[in-house]
């Protein structure tokens, strides 16, 4: 693994909390479904036999152990094992930066990332620990799986960057030199009032060139990236409680008004409104 002198990812995990839920750690005994509505990516680890795996938009595909999906945003699936190969046995898990399918982390991400794991040994000592704990029943086992689940994701992170295996979305972003550090400077501080020559000179080139290029890479603009990311990080905050006028401020919106106008024509109803709407669903779940 490389020295890092640009942190790409610090400024992501600061703002958005990563929540990983081991849930199948054994035999998997039948067609398992997974539905992009529930708002979550995932993990599937193969440790043994082989799986066909199904998505709508995707042709089949037939994988053996041991290989590791990682669906970064929220994508319907399914596994199939192939049970005339052998028993099948997975350690699966969801993943969660918050927000569910309006984050702006998941929304720039590639769909599903697929890493064969003899190709890369790097990864065996936390999939060891992953094991260790899947199949050693003990005292705390399900808090420490998750947990080994998100330092998993967060190594994947790092092992995309740098084997550049993205072409476009976020990950490509972040592993272009000269894109990685207008996405860190948006990311750092979104509060500030970004032009597009001020994104262009933290890149080091030239307007026209990082238009082109961001676009190609993130497939959008850089004003529209600025705007996805500042209404994202703006749901985190108001979900935390703090009040719409503050959040504006923190956003990079120059008055409550109009963060309020933007944030309703993004989400279709006012800060204010998707608040209640919020704490009405979360105390209607405690009851």
Known sequence: MTTC??????????????????????????????????????IHVLK???IRVETPTRPARIIRAPFLLFYMKPVTHQLIPLAEEGEVVTVCGEIDFGEGLENPITQVMPGLIPIELESNPHLLAILNLLFEEAFNPACGRQAALDRICELLVIQLLRVSLEDKSTQTGLLAGLSD?????????????????????QLANEAGMSRASFAVKFRDTLGMTPGDYLGHWRLGLAKSLLRKGRPVSLVSDEVGYSSAAAFTRAFAGRFGQTPSAWVKQIWHNQTAATH
């Open 177 to 197: 030199p000269r894109l990685a550090k207008a996405l860190t400077g948006i990311h750092k501080e979104p509060e500030r009032a970004w032009t597009l020559e």
């Open 48 to 50: 043994q036999g082989a």
């Open 5 to 42: 002198t640009l942190d790409r990812l610090a400024s992501i995990f600061e703002r958005f909390s990563l929540h990983a839920h081991v849930f199948n750690a054994g035999p998997l005994c039948g067609t398992s479904s997974y539905h992009h509505e529930a708002g979550r990516g995932h």
